[in-house]
């Protein structure tokens, strides 16, 4: 009850195309869903995160769509660009968790020139 | 914003040694720090939690003599990998929220432990 599942495990866009990022969760008691991006030897970076009070977050090229009936949410990245090459990271957690995040299995974004 | 600081960012020792890692809260006070370890092209498994002036809770499976946590200050965690031996090699990584807000936890830029 305590994963979270993302897909894909891996990712290919060109330049100026639309990154689509997979997770889903079981523990109905998560309140926080971050996104993170991490680049080789470095620790994660928050993106973009969202409560289960919305739908929808946007913050730049980032959006997080939430399904609170599907226990699903995702993040996309428009206009994805060479630098946005990296691994990310969907996490719930919040409250309940006491702080704790668990980690979905990451997603390794390479974005083509 | 909140900034986490870890120390060092690689680490090589023999096997059979001891190694001590720290991780700061720079511009804020932490009450509760979380401690992550990630294998290469793995996730980031939780390891444990610590807790200012009081005892670490360790998640399942990970051996609390092995990995002991101080959390002495509002500012400072260590983690020490005592007898290291080489499958304690992987990344070591910290998170720490201003003022135990659950919603906002910063990440520490992680410390590569290689035990050869």
């Known amino acids: 009850q305590q994963q979270v599942k993302q897909s894909p495990q891996s990712l290919i866009v060109q330049k100026g195309g639309i990154s689509i990022i997979n997770c889903a969760y079981e523990?109905?008691?998560?309140?926080?869903f971050p996104w993170y991006q991490q680049f080789p030897g470095k620790g994660p970076a928050l993106l973009i995160a969202?409560?289960?009070?919305?739908s929808e977050k946007k913050e730049g090229r980032f959006t997080i769509s939430f399904n609170k009936s599907a226990k699903q949410f995702s993040l996309h990245i428009m206009d994805s660009q060479p630098g946005d090459s990296a691994t990310y990271f969907c996490?719930?957690?919040?409250?309940?968790?006491?702080?704790?995040?668990?980690f979905g299995q990451g997603t390794e974004l390479s974005v083509k020139p | 914003g909140a900034v986490v600081s870890q120390h060092p960012s690689r680490v090589i020792c023999k096997s059979g040694t001891s190694v001590k890692i720290e991780c700061r809260s720079l511009?804020?006070?932490?009450?509760?720090m979380f401690w992550y370890r990630q294998f290469p092209k793995q996730s980031l498994m939780l390891m444990a939690t610590?807790?200012?002036?009081?005892?670490?809770?360790?998640e399942q499976g990970v051996e609390k003599d092995k990995f002991l946590i101080n959390h002495a200050s509002l500012t400072l965690s260590t983690l020490t990998v005592t007898s290291a031996h080489p499958e304690d090699s992987s990344f070591y990584i910290c998170?720490?929220?201003?003022?135990?807000?659950?919603?906002?936890?910063?990440f520490g830029s992680g410390t590569r432990l290689t035990v050869v």
């Open positions: 523990n109905t008691a998560f309140d926080y």
């Open positions: 511009d804020f006070q932490a009450t509760t």
């Open positions: 610590s807790n200012e002036g009081s005892k670490a809770t360790y």
């Open positions: 969202i409560r289960p009070d919305v």
């Open positions: 998170s720490a929220s201003p003022g135990g807000n659950f919603y906002g936890y910063t």
């Open positions: 996490a719930a957690g919040g409250y309940n968790q006491g702080g704790k995040l668990i």
